[in-house]
């Protein structure tokens, strides 16, 4: 059949100078170490207890894959076509008006989600150290290990350097070399760790409690709170809405199939955030915080997870090398998020500006860590900076508000912003094309494809956002 014949074109070779993954399977990692990060084992456990648990999980799986998958496709689609940062990249799909403003917005937030992100990220390493150092006794009080950690000005702020030079460091390195490289030793080896200590978890004492408020849904608790944290968790996760995915998309070569590629990713990053619930619930049960009260804000997995160490057989050494492991393993996944950040930022001043990468990496790493001192310091340190507004009855420190501007709502704009883009103005004739191109039987998923990116997914992302401007309250 005509539409059926191979359609794969060579890559073209300023394509190969700029730069391309080894191989499909270096895109997967590299894309999957993008999504899975704090988001899928911070961010994921956090949302869930704190939307209905199962309810919030079965509406999450619904927006990943009816939402998520769909968008991601239309990045990598994007990006693969005009092999650029997002702001180039609109502008050479779309030249000529004013649409680059998507990309530009999307490297804004990039960056201002890089600069509290890795403030996060910083923590998990102070929480290496701590670990090591055996903290976490049977007598010691997580809870209060962490607010004297996030109120100690010097010890976050050596963290959050100490975390940005080693994304400089990787970035420099170019993207085969470091990302991909990196990200095919570190993957695994989280998933290992991640099944030990759900092990661990689950038979504690008291488990049954978050088990069962994380598995059996209760629908009476849904309602549009949970829908709108449900798709903006899966944006974040998913690192959709501000073109990282363009970016990452733009590496990739004509061979590659991109719907595979894509749900591989998208799959990965769902899996691993499922798995850590099973983690992280049990052990919220266990500490006695009640699933669904309010009891989120950034510090949740950092105040609570260190209660499990200490009840791991072959104290002190288990809790020591389990604990040191854990934070180790959950570092280097911030590590490959943040370095996927870094990279548009970085990107888009090398393709648009034509700086030579170093200088590029180089300067956005020390601007953002400017950027990213408030949010530090806004964990306890500086009073004023950790109380910048109340929602809900709810303290908002800087980094929590941070995370609700750039983590939530501008990405859920972004998103839809792509959808239309691509669904509409640079139209799907154009995408499916490039589609095909390493995947010659994708006509028939192309229709399924063009009604979910034209149709489904601006509508209810529309209604998200309308019903947010009703009620900005729903951001939690
Ligand atoms: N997805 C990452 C996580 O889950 C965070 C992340 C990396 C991200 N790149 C992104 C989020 C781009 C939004 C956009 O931790």
């Not at 849904?217 to 995915?245: C, E, I, R, T, W």
């Not at 309308?466 to 939690?476: K, Q, Y």
């Amino acid at each position: 059949m005509a539409d059926e014949k191979p359609l794969v074109v060579e890559d073209k070779p300023e394509a190969r100078k700029r730069g391309i993954w080894g191989s499909k399977a270096g895109f997967v990692l590299a894309a999957a170490g993008s999504a899975i990060g704090l988001g899928n084992i911070w961010r994921f456990p956090t949302e869930a207890a704190n939307n209905g648990g199962a309810a919030f999980l079965v509406i999450y799986v619904a927006c990943v894959v009816f939402i998520g998958l769909p968008v991601m496709l239309a990045e990598l689609t994007m990006g693969r076509h005009t092999r650029r940062n997002p702001v180039g990249a609109f502008k050479k799909a779309l030249p000529k008006s004013y649409w680059w403003l998507v990309g530009a917005l999307g490297v804004t937030v990039g960056f201002a989600i890089l600069s509290y992100y890795s403030v996060v990220a910083g923590w998990t390493l102070g929480y290496v150290v701590k670990s090591a150092t055996h903290t976490f006794t049977p007598d010691a009080d997580p809870g209060q290990v962490f607010d004297g950690f996030v109120g100690s000005w010097w010890q976050t702020l050596i963290c959050l350097a100490v975390f940005m030079g080693l994304c400089i460091a990787v970035v420099i390195g170019g993207v085969q070399a470091g990302i991909e490289r990196w990200s095919k030793i570190l993957m695994p080896t989280l998933l290992v760790m991640l099944v030990l200590l759900i092990i661990r978890s689950v038979t504690l004492p008291g488990s049954s409690v978050g088990l069962s408020f994380y598995l059996e849904p209760d629908f009476s608790k849904l309602n549009m709170k949970v829908l709108v944290a449900a798709l903006g968790q899966a944006f974040f996760s998913m690192s959709l809405g501000m073109g990282a995915m363009i970016t990452y998309g733009s590496y990739l070569s004509k061979r590659d199939n991109l719907v595979t590629s894509a749900t591989w990713v998208g799959m990965a990053d769902m899996s691993i955030a499922f798995l850590a619930g099973l983690m992280v619930l049990p052990a919220l049960a266990m500490a006695g915080i009640t699933p669904g009260l309010e009891e989120g804000g950034a510090g949740l997995i950092f105040a609570v997870l260190p209660t499990i160490f200490s009840e791991l057989p072959w104290q002190p050494m288990g809790g020591i090398v389990f604990g040191t492991a854990f934070f180790l393993m959950l570092m280097l996944a911030a590590l490959t998020s943040a370095i996927s950040l870094l990279e548009v930022v970085t990107a888009w001043l090398v393709d648009e500006r034509k700086w030579p990468r170093k200088k590029a990496v180089a300067v956005v790493g020390g601007v953002t860590f400017l950027l990213a001192v408030p949010s530090a310091l806004g964990c306890g340190a500086v009073g004023w900076l950790s109380h910048v507004c109340t929602l809900q009855d709810q303290q908002l420190g800087f980094l929590d508000l941070m995370d609700k501007i750039f983590g939530k709502l501008a990405l859920t704009f972004g998103s839809l912003l792509i959808c239309l883009v691509v669904g509409w103005f640079w139209g799907m004739g154009k995408a499916r094309d490039e589609v095909l191109s390493g995947n010659p039987r994708f006509n028939k998923l192309a229709r399924a494809w063009s009604f979910l990116l034209r149709y489904l997914c601006p509508v209810a992302i529309a209604i998200i956002l309308v019903f947010l401007i009703i009620d900005p309250s729903a951001i939690r």
